[in-house]
Every structure is written in structure tokens, then in C-alpha cells.
């Protein structure tokens, strides 16, 4: 069996492969997504950031709770998938996870430590998020007085998510418990994730975690975790509430893509080099001041250290 055939699916980011009855090949791509499009230009390097991050994180939360992660050496993988060709060995090195299997829940567990995005346009029509009141007066990434889990709904393609409350997260995942579990356990990763990228000088404002349910019924973190796709990190030394910051994520390319007359459907405008180059470089450089380890050494021997 090739690995064209245990292909399953690609998403905005990842190649999904499917390896046996218990274990799943994901593979992060260079492409990117925004406003729920996939862009036509690709980011070089960029998946190998979003699987060295998620590997990071992955290793310092187990803590915390149990996650997918198995391997992250194509030698770990059957031979018959690769079938020892370089090229497709070279090309995984880096950018893949071989991880569990496990059912997706069908919830993006947001926690918002500071006041922006789409929480911030909610807060300004009702001064809630996700039926969370929250005080009077904030400013646009202010920081919260307490992080706050803002879960939405991960909607079908082509169709935005929808911020939920904690009771919609009961009917979708199966009850009052499980949606405690996943609140409790998406508060006390971004705890985590915030004090590592403090001592970095980058402020971790908010992120999105996923989970899914093992076929025994075991609560995983899988996915990505706290990467420039699925996180927004602000430098610390720029921080200044009462506007939009700037960042060490994909807040870049949108900031571009709004000045440009496109309607934000498919297909998406080219990136100009400019763009691509920048947004390459915020990338890089969150991965090394969060890691501490040196992107040119990850690329070269496939180890963060």
C-alpha cells in the first residue's frame, strides 16, 4: 500500500493518511488558510513550524492530559507506506505526526486571555462572549481579568464556525461532564502555554484546542497545539491596548488580504513576495523564541532541542 493510497482527506492545513485500525498519518502542509479559504501561495517552511510547535507542546503537556502524539520519524511508519522513496521520506521529515486515532469532537475549544478577534466584535454588540459577561469599558486586546473558555462550534466546509456557550457544548459532546472536562482541561493548557511564551517575551492572547474520544472512551488533545495558525501571539515589548497588535501569526496575511478587493470566496488572491516572505519570518521566529531552539537545527536534524 502507497501512501497516495491510504490517502483519506486534506484539510485547509493537513494530508490525513490512514496507517491501520489504530493509528492516523497527519501531514502539515505549506498551504494557508484565511477566512476559511486555502490561499494559491504556499508558505515555505510552514508545516514543518506547525508540527515542531505542536511536538513541543505535545512533549509539555502530557501533564496536563494524554494526546495522539506517537512518532514523528517516517521510520516509524510500515515501509509499504513509503515504499523507502527518498523524496517522500524528505518531505515528511519534519512536517509529520503519526498519531491515535481517536473520533473528533466537534468543538474548537477557544481561551481568550485578552480581548480581540471576533471576541472583541462580539463584546462591542452585547459586552459578552459566548454568554460570558465581561466587564465594561475594555478596549480592543485588553487583557481579560481572567483567562476565559470560548468554545464555537467547528461549522461543516463552507460555512463559518459559530461561538457557543458551555450549554451548547453539553448537547454536542454528550453532557455537562464532558464539556467541563473540556473547558477544565483547554484553561489549564493555555495557563501553560501562556507562562512558556511569557518567559519569551510574546504574549499568548488566545488559542484553539481540539479533542477526540479514543474507541475505549479516552479524552485526547490532538491536532495542532498553540501554533501561529491556531493561536495569536503578540510581542510582549509592543504590546499596546486600545488597538489591533501586531503578530507572530496569520493576522499578517489577513491584514493584507482586507486592503485587497477580493469577497473572501474561493479562490483566494496570490500573495505577493513581500507578504509571503513576512508572514514566513513571524512564523519562524515564534518557533524559536517559544522553543528556544534553532529552526535551521529542526530542519537539519529533526529534533528540538
Not at 479559504?37 to 506547525?50: C, E, N, S
Not at 509592543?238 to 501569526?249: K, L, M, V
Not at 519570518?281 to 537539519?300: K, N, V, W
Request: glycine residues 8%; aromatic residues 8%; hydrophobic residues 45%.
Amino acid at each position: 500500500m502507497a501512501l497516495t493510497d491510504a490517502f483519506v482527506r486534506a484539510g485547509k492545513v493537513r494530508d490525513l493518511y490512514t496507517v491501520d485500525d489504530d493509528r492516523l498519518l497527519l501531514v502539515a502542509s505549506d498551504r494557508l488558510s484565511a477566512f476559511d479559504v486555502v490561499l494559491p501561495t504556499p508558505i515555505a517552511d510552514k508545516g514543518r513550524v506547525l508540527t515542531g510547535l505542536s511536538r513541543f507542546w505535545f512533549a509539555g503537556t502530557a501533564h496536563i492530559i494524554a494526546n495522539h502524539l506517537l512518532a514523528t520519524d517516517p521510520a516509524a511508519l510500515p515501509p509499504e507506506l513509503t515504499g523507502g522513496d527518498a523524496a517522500t521520506l524528505a518531505y515528511l521529515r519534519g512536517r509529520m505526526m503519526l498519531g491515535r486515532r481517536a473520533e473528533v469532537l466537534q468543538v474548537e475549544c477557544i481561551v481568550r486571555g485578552y480581548i480581540s478577534g471576533s471576541g472583541w466584535k462580539e463584546y462591542r454588540q452585547t459586552g459578552e462572549v459566548c454568554g460570558i459577561a465581561l466587564p465594561a469599558n475594555l478596549r480592543e486586546s485588553d487583557r481579560l481579568p481572567e483567562p476565559i473558555f470560548t468554545p464555537a462550534w467547528k461549522a461543516p466546509a463552507g460555512q463559518h464556525d459559530e461561538n457557543i456557550t458551555l450549554a451548547r457544548v453539553a448537547e454536542l459532546v454528550g453532557g455537562e461532564v464532558m464539556a467541563a472536562r473540556l473547558r477544565d482541561a483547554s484553561l489549564a493548557l493555555y495557563a501553560h502555554g501562556a507562562a512558556v511564551c511569557e518567559r519569551a517575551g510574546i504574549i499568548l492572547a488566545d488559542t484553539k484546542f481540539e479533542f477526540g474520544l479514543t474507541p475505549d472512551g479516552e479524552l485526547l488533545l490532538i491536532d495542532e497545539v498553540m501554533t501561529p495558525d491556531s493561536s495569536r501571539f503578540w510581542d510582549a515589548a509592543a504590546y499596546a491596548p486600545g488597538r489591533a497588535q501586531e503578530s507572530f501569526d496569520k493576522q499578517f496575511v489577513r491584514d493584507w488580504l482586507e486592503a485587497q478587493p477580493w469577497d473572501k470566496t474561493a479562490p483566494g488572491p496570490d500573495l505577493p513576495a513581500d507578504v509571503v516572505e513576512g508572514t514566513r519570518a513571524r512564523y519562524l521566529e515564534a518557533f524559536e523564541r517559544i522553543t528556544g531552539a534553532s529552526f535551521g537545527r529542526y530542519l537539519m536534524e529533526d529534533t528540538i532541542a
